[in-house]
């Protein structure tokens, strides 16, 4: 079974996740690799992506655990 192609609509345009920053650090964000989040490595958290939209909201974020963090850090 295959994935229908996300809505053109609910994707992140590239030259806006260039201006986004983490609210806690201020510093640089990370797509994740299912594209659904975006990671704050210094902060420790991911920020979902919800249709497109980025939740950059402290109260919406998850912590990330250390092996995680590896991943996205390279």
Do not use: W, Y
């Amino acid at each position: 079974m295959t994935e229908a192609p996300p809505n053109p609509r609910h994707v992140v345009d590239p030259q806006t996740l260039e201006m986004l920053v983490c609210p806690l650090t201020k510093t640089r964000l990370t797509l994740s690799s299912e594209r659904t989040e975006l990671i704050s490595v210094a902060a420790r958290l991911a920020f979902p992506i919800v249709k497109g939209v980025p939740l950059l909201s402290l109260d919406e974020a998850r912590n990330i655990e250390p092996d995680e963090i590896q991943r996205h850090s390279r």
